[in-house]
């Protein structure tokens, strides 16, 4: 293979001419001899090096016993040694000029503090020589196609070509998994890369790769944690190729703020659930949907709704046309002409054709390849599901015939037939062996598997609506931090902060004691809600620092001396705010946090004292789009009250979704905001806007952002 290794230089790595395996000795239980064994049975096609300080020979090659050994233009050295060793063997690999490497060895900074440490000399070591690297703490590469197969495990006797779908994934085991997996089916891996703990490259390094590897046409991601989540979006938004995302470790986010709403609800999971289903990435909960899914994206992709479900079985397609209807896809009617002729050619008479059509009454499998090509370059068919079975040895024999033909059609009229075949599981592993057309055996996984194709299609293909030019005053909100000393904004600075960026609240004032309390009451007209201001974020209700529905001086007063009198508030309290009460309209909930990984991200539900119980709520990685928001919106369960639900009249969307880009904006030209709860936001009705009626705001100190 001539390669061109000035223009894509990762190439050294995944197609190596000359490759040292450093690490190895004649001992059955070395692991490096494993690598070894792995490059020799695999046909790797290139010149294989081997180091041990013990010297000796393996496998008819000599094991040189110093890296000073090996000869100049060593492509990548695989290294599995003590981890003690490593720094001191990547400053050799240095000197010798080679500048790839794949560090399988483990105990660094996932065993102990002495092993970070060591992993701090590595990557200095490797930094002072230009060296890029695998892992540590991995089993390496496996390319298909030019046999560099490296992991530490035996794969002795594993036979697959190469197919479509490259694999990077931070656990070697599961990286395995999935190479079995996959290899026994119609899809098979290209390029699997056990990233371990990632020091050097990321899968962003090994993603910008395999976008421009033509023979990677699926890229699968393993990540057990993500630390460049705003990296992974932009390249998935960028990407021609499907890119499938399998996300461990779930659990919640860090609660730092026990009473930030957002932090409790935009858990990490949720998070990585709204910026995939935002930039194009599929995220899948389980190996099967991870090889499902990979089976459908290694055909066309279904392009719209229109379905037809064709079956050798009635009953089975009457379980097909309800996944069907629970995925939301339309069963598209055949022409009464059409289904005139396929009457004639059945036997009995019995069966009445429509969508799905069953075949139940035909037997004749040419005759099911030209109705599935009659229906395939239909314009309004979008895609097929073919429900097939096959006993007999016969039955077998012509299935085989149908499955090469099916692939054909498909490739021809480039539209998606999901192929569900019921038989026996040694026939079933000879299809998937022998025919390059994804092979499924249950109508659940292959209709679960169109819908994801369908999803997939469009939202690669939607266009966004164009921003809006939404401005915020950082003028103002500048002048506003310099003047905060607290990590936490009074609720009257955080209306303050709203205001500069657009979103009003309802009409309030500041005061320090009752009589203050009633003269701001009467100037914004009774009633009214007082609360203690307070730069802690203290949930107001569970301190009885919040009285609402005051409708007299007299009821205003005793509030007033109820929060004076409170031991609880004593030394929290810093005034009090006066505030008009909104009865009309729905409680909101709009906020906003900035995630380790992929930055701001912006959360809207149901609002007020249910917003954790309810749990109603969409979330999106800003800065957003009109599209964004709006899709937010529609997602809520509660959107049906805001379109107007059982003749209550429609409330204010555009002033909600012009509420969520300002919010946006917010997090994204201030950084040093960190979390933001708007909670309640009451939105109105149609035409009078939305109001802030709360809000708790977290900066951070010392931020020397130019924005």
């Known amino acids: 293979m001539a390669l061109n290794l000035e223009d894509k230089p990762m190439d050294r790595l995944f197609y190596p001419q000359r490759v040292a395996v450093i690490g190895v000795s004649e001992r059955e239980s070395n692991l490096g001899r ?15 090096y081997l180091v041990g300080r013990h010297g000796g020979v393996l496998l008819g090659h000599r094991i040189l016993s110093s890296v000073s050994d090996l000869p100049e233009g060593i492509d990548v ?30 105990g660094f900074r996932e065993f102990s503090k002495e092993g970070e440490a060591l992993e701090a000399r590595l990557l200095e070591n490797a930094r002072k020589w230009k060296i890029r690297f695998v892992g540590p703490n991995g089993i390496g590469i496996i390319n298909l196609e030019n046999g560099f197969c490296c992991p530490f495990v035996s794969l002795k006797g594993f036979v697959s070509p190469p197919g479509k779908i490259s694999i990077l994934s931070q656990s070697g085991g599961v990286a395995l998994t999935y190479l079995h997996q996959l290899s026994s089916l119609n899809v098979r891996p290209n390029k699997i890369v056990s990233m371990g703990n990632k020091l050097d490259l990321t899968e962003i390094d090994y993603l910008d790769y395999l976008e421009n590897d033509a023979n990677t046409q699926i890229i699968g991601l393993y990540l057990e944690s993500i630390q460049h989540g705003r990296e992974l979006m932009d390249f998935a938004r960028r990407s021609k190729k499907s890119i499938l995302l399998h996300k461990s470790n779930v659990g919640t986010a860090s609660q730092q703020i026990a009473k930030f709403h957002t932090a409790a609800l935009a858990t990490d999971d949720r998070v990585v659930d709204a910026a995939a289903r935002q930039c194009g990435i599929v995220r899948v909960r389980n190996f099967r ?18 379905l037809v479900v064709i079956s050798r079985s009635g009953g089975i397609a009457i379980v097909a046309a309800d996944l069907a209807e629970e995925h939301g896809f339309n069963l598209v009617p055949f022409p009464e002409i059409f289904l005139k002729k396929v009457r004639e050619v059945f036997r009995a008479k019995v069966i009445n054709p429509t969508n799905p059509l069953d075949l139940g009454d035909l037997f004749d499998f040419e005759l099911y390849t030209k109705i599935l090509e009659y229906t395939i370059q239909r ?39 999901a192929f569900r075949y019921h038989t026996d599981d040694a026939e079933l592993a000879a299809v998937r062996q022998a025919y390059a057309l994804p092979v499924f055996t249950e109508p659940e996984d292959a209709m679960e598997a169109l819908a994801t194709s369908r999803d997939h299609h469009r939202k690669k293909t939607k266009e966004g609506a164009p921003p809006l030019d939404l401005s915020i005053d950082k003028k103002t909100i500048r002048a506003l931090l310099g003047t905060i000393n607290s990590p936490f904004l009074s609720m009257d600075a955080g209306f303050t902060l709203l205001a500069a960026c657009g979103i009003p609240a309802a009409p309030y004032r ?10 701001a009451a009467e100037e914004i007209g009774f009633p009214v809600a007082a609360k203690v201001l307070s730069a802690q974020p203290i949930h107001k209700t569970e301190h009885n620092a919040v009285v609402l529905n ?91 009250l805001i379109e107007g639900f059982r003749g209550r009249p429609p409330l204010d969307k555009e002033a909600l979704l012009q509420a969520i880009l300002r919010l946006s904006r917010l997090l994204t030209e201030v950084p ?36």
């Open 77 to 106: 050295a695989i290294v599995l040694t003590p981890a003690r060793t490593v720094p001191d063997i990547v400053d050799q690999c240095g000197e010798k000029g080679i500048r790839w490497m794949v560090i399988e060895t483990g």
């Open 34 to 48: 494993l690598i070894a064994e792995n490059l020799f049975d695999f046909g790797f096609h290139g010149e294989i």
């Open 550 to 640: 005051l409708k007299t001086p007299k009821a205003l007063s005793n509030a007033v001396d109820q929060f004076e009198n409170s031991n609880e508030l004593s030394g929290v309290s810093n005034g009090i705010l006066i505030q008009k009460m909104v009865d009309e309209g729905l409680e909101m909930i709009l906020g906003a946090k900035h995630d380790p990984a992929f930055g701001p991200v912006i959360l809207v539900g149901l609002g007020g004292i249910f917003a954790e119980i309810f749990d109603d709520i969409a979330i999106r990685i800003a800065p957003l789009t009109q599209t964004d928001a709006l899709e937010m919106a529609e997602e809520l369960q509660g959107h049906k």
């Open 379 to 417: 314009r309004d068919v979008d895609g097929i599901m073919f429900l097939h079975g096959a006993i007999s040895d016969k039955e077998k024999a012509a299935s085989r015939r149908l499955i090469e033909a099916v692939g054909q059609l498909v490739n021809r009229y480039q539209k998606p037939i």
């Open 510 to 519: 500041r005061a320090a004691n009752a009589r203050e309390a009633v003269a």
């Open 289 to 306: 949907q991870f090889v499902h899914s990979a089976m459908i994206f290694s055909l066309p992709p279904m392009r719209g709704n229109n």
């Open 672 to 707: 040093e905001i960190r979390q933001v709860d708007i909670n309640p936001l009451k939105l109105l009705p149609e035409g009078k806007g939305c109001v802030a009626l709360d809000i708790r705001v977290e900066i951070q100190r010392g931020n020397d952002s130019k924005n």
